[in-house]
C-alpha cells in the first residue's frame, strides 16, 4: 500500500488577474499524484490560514505584479508553519529570485519546465506517488 | 506541527482551539488505519455536545461551493462557528485531485468562527472521501456546532450524503433534466430542502413544477422546501439557512433526526467493517494463500467460487 498523497496548496499572490500559469502547473502536479487546493488570489492571511487548516505539505505561490507582497506572504507562512517548504512561480525579475532563493524559497521563472517543477516538487515534499 | 506529537495530546490542543492541531487530526483522519482508529475512540468518549451537520449535494457546477460559501456568511452572521468539509474528486488513474472549493470560499476563510477543510474522494464511490464521518466526528468533539458536507458534483444515485447528514440540502438549476428526470431514483428522494441556484436563468417555474411534482407523493413531500436562489449574489440564501433551522429543528421534535442518526451508525460501522475487510482481502490475495488458489483455479483444480470460499473460510479462521 503507498502512503496518502501529499497536498500543495496553490495560491496567488499580487493583482494581476493571470491564472493560467498557476492552473497549468496544478494539473502537473495532479497528474503526478498530488492533492492540489487552489486557493486562487489571497492575501497573506488568507494563504496562512489555508496552510494551516488544510495541513499542507507544501505551498506553491504565484507571484503577480510585486515581489514585496509575496515576500510578506513567504514571512507569514514561515511564522505560522516553518517546516513547510514554498516554492514560487511567476513574473519573477533576477534579482528578486535570487532574493527569494537567499530566502530558501525555490522559483521557478518563465520558461521553467512542467517535469523540472513537479521533481521539485516530490523533492520537497520527499513524496512520489506509485 | 510536528508528527512525533502523541494523538492524545494533539487531541487536547485540538480541543482547545488550536486550529494547527485540528488540521493534523483530519489529516490522520485521511490517512486512516491504527491512528484513524485511536482518533475514532477519542472522538467518541470526548461527549462533546451534538453538531448539526448539513449535506449539500448536487450536479457538478451546480452551484455547490458558492452557496455553501454564502451559508457560511449567514452562519457567521448569528456568530455560529461553522465548519465545512468540502469534498472533491481524486483522479481515478493517478490519484491526484484538483480541490477548488476554496476558491469561492477565501473571503470567509480568515474568520476564526470558520473551518474549512477540502478532501479528495481517495477512490471512495458516492460523492464523498472515506475520511468524511471520521472528520465530522473529530469537528463535532472540537466544539464545532455546525458542519456543512459538500459533496462532489454528483448525477442521479450517488446519495451517500444521506446516510451521513442529518439532512439534506439538494442543489439544481433552471433548466434541469424535465419531469422524467424528477421521477428517477435516488437524488430526488434524499432531499429535505431543494435549491433552484441560478434562478435568474430562463425555466425556474418549469424546474420547481418538476420538482414540487416528483416530491407531491412523497411521505411530508409537501413540506419539503423548494427556494430559488442566485448564490453569487447572495440572493434567496438567508432563505435557505432558515430553512435548514426549521427543517432540521421539526426533525429533531419528530423524532426522524434520532432515527436517522441511528442509521448513521448502522451506515458506517457497516462501511468501517467493509473497508477493514477489504484490506484483509487484499493482503491474502497478495499472499500465498491467493497465490495458491490462484494457481488451482489456473490448473482446473478449482472453480471461481470454490477458491473465493477457500480464502473467505482463512479470513474467517485468522
Known sequence: MTSAPKRILMAKTGLDGHWRGPTIVARALRDAGFEVIMVGMVTADEVVRAAIDEDVDLVGLNIGGHVEVAERAIAAIRAARPEVPIFCGGVVPPWAKKRLEEKGVEVFPPGSQLPEIVEAARRLTGWQAA | ?318
Open chain 2, 1 to 318: 506541527m510536528s508528527t512525533g506529537t502523541p494523538l492524545h495530546v494533539l487531541f487536547d490542543r485540538a480541543r482547545g482551539g488550536e486550529r494547527g492541531a485540528l488540521a493534523r487530526l483530519l489529516s490522520v483522519a485521511e490517512a486512516g488505519g491504527e491512528d484513524a482508529a485511536a482518533l475514532d475512540s477519542l472522538c467518541a468518549a470526548s461527549a462533546a455536545p451534538r453538531a448539526r451537520t448539513i449535506g449539500i449535494t448536487g450536479a457538478p457546477g451546480a452551484g455547490k461551493s458558492t452557496l455553501t460559501a454564502a451559508l457560511l456568511g449567514c452562519a457567521r452572521r448569528e456568530s455560529q462557528p461553522v465548519a465545512v468539509l468540502a469534498i472533491d474528486p481524486s483522479s481515478p488513474l493517478t490519484g491526484g485531485a484538483i480541490l477548488g472549493d476554496r476558491v469561492r470560499m477565501h473571503h470567509a476563510a480568515v474568520d476564526e468562527g470558520v473551518f474549512i477543510r477540502s478532501l479528495a474522494s481517495r477512490g471512495q464511490q458516492g460523492g464523498l472521501a472515506q475520511a468524511t464521518s471520521l472528520g465530522a466526528r473529530v469537528l463535532e468533539a472540537c466544539g464545532w456546532p455546525w458542519i456543512l458536507l459538500e459533496t462532489v458534483g454528483i448525477g442521479q444515485v450517488e446519495v451517500e450524503i444521506s446516510g451521513r447528514a442529518d439532512l439534506v440540502v439538494v442543489v439544481l438549476n433552471p433548466g434541469w433534466g424535465d419531469e422524467i428526470q424528477a421521477n428517477k431514483a435516488g437524488l430526488m428522494e434524499v432531499a429535505d430542502i431543494f435549491v433552484i441556484n441560478k434562478a435568474d436563468r430562463d425555466g425556474v417555474a418549469q424546474t420547481r413544477r418538476d420538482i414540487e411534482g416528483a416530491i407531491a407523493a412523497r411521505p411530508g413531500g409537501a413540506e419539503i422546501p423548494v427556494i430559488e436562489t442566485v448564490a453569487t449574489r447572495g440572493e434567496g440564501v438567508e432563505g435557505v439557512w432558515a430553512a435548514i433551522a426549521a427543517r432540521h429543528a421539526a426533525l429533531e421534535a419528530s423524532g426522524l433526526l434520532a432515527t436517522r442518526r441511528r442509521g448513521r451508525i448502522a451506515a458506517e460501522l457497516e462501511s468501517a467493517v467493509m473497508s477493514a475487510l477489504r484490506r484483509r482481502v487484499a493482503v491474502l490475495l497478495a499472499g500465498d494463500a491467493g497465490l495458491r488458489e490462484r494457481a488451482r483455479i489456473e490448473a482446473g483444480a478449482s472453480g471461481i467460487h470454490e477458491g473465493a470460499r477457500a480464502l473467505l473460510d482463512a479470513i474467517v479462521r485468522d
